[in-house]
């Protein structure tokens, strides 16, 4: 039911990634890249719904085709190149109170600090919560929690277009005007490429997948470091992938 209250994950999905078209849909352990996602993210404590926001070009029919499909998921349709826009509206079209956004090329978030992060901006009061971008936890845990107003705030702002399609440097670029909560790790495991964005990451998903789900489907961060404790091989395979900086 929508209100103040009401916890959205707004997934962020496309058919047309530059670097590895077609992601979302590749199959990772009998499933799609994206199903990992939507699951994972459905387990994230104190959230009410999952919704993918996907462009609303004929390129996304078969995303489209897909996730109508599935149960337990909704999705909405809007701009590519304005993802902030497209964000927006996929929160309001579900009544969000407040929203988590993640992106549909991380089938290893955890939910249990994803939860951890929504528990302390929930405790905090505060209006925008992160993790860090350069430091921390592993790229591919990439959470962000905000309120429905401050999406509507920024959505109505003088934005560029780098804050339009990022959609929320206009936030972190002023901090002196929003502040943003942090959940911190160390030692930090940035270097740790957890995300899908090119083949040799979907390479490394794979092999991971093969290691871990079988035994364990809900694997999490403590099993990955186990694993890579005892096969730090594995983390060789996308280490030289290079990442997109952000701009501050």
């Given at each position: 039911m929508p209100g103040a209250d009401k916890?959205?994950?707004?997934?962020?999905?496309?058919?047309?990634?530059?670097?590895?078209?077609?992601?979302?849909?590749?199959?990772?352990?009998?499933?799609?890249?994206?199903?990992?996602?939507?699951?994972?993210?459905?387990?994230?404590?104190?959230?009410?719904?999952?919704?993918?926001?996907?462009?609303d070009d004929a390129a996304q029919d078969p995303l489209v085709k897909f996730v109508s499909g599935l149960k337990n998921v909704s999705f909405f349709q809007g701009s590519e190149t304005n993802v902030l826009e497209r964000t927006f509206l996929a929160a309001k079209a579900v009544g969000a109170g407040t929203l988590l956004r993640v992106t549909s090329d991380c089938p290893f978030i955890d939910p249990d600090i994803s939860g951890a992060l929504l528990a302390a901006y929930r405790q905090s009061g505060a209006r925008y919560a992160r993790l860090p971008m350069d430091r921390g936890f592993p790229l591919g845990f990439d959470t962000e929690v905000l309120s429905m107003d401050l999406l509507r705030e920024v959505y109505e702002a003088d934005t560029d277009e780098y804050e339009q399609e990022h959609v929320t440097p206009y936030i972190w670029r002023r901090p002196e005007q929003y502040g943003c909560l942090m959940l911190d790790h160390l030692p930090s495991l940035r270097h740790?490429?957890?995300?899908?964005?090119?083949?040799?990451?979907?390479?490394?998903?794979?092999?991971v997948f093969e290691e871990l789900y079988p035994a364990k489907p809900e694997f999490n961060f403590k099993d990955l470091q186990q694993l890579f404790s005892d096969k730090p091989e594995l983390l060789e395979i996308n280490a030289s992938v290079a990442q997109n900086p952000y701009v501050k």
């Open positions: 916890i959205v994950v707004i997934v962020q999905a496309r058919m047309t990634s530059s670097r590895l078209p077609g992601k979302v849909l590749k199959p990772l352990a009998r499933k799609t890249i994206l199903e990992h996602v939507i699951e994972r993210c459905s387990r994230i404590a104190g959230v009410d719904e999952v919704s993918i926001a996907m462009p740790w490429r957890l995300v899908v964005d090119e083949e040799r990451d979907y390479e490394f998903a794979a092999r």
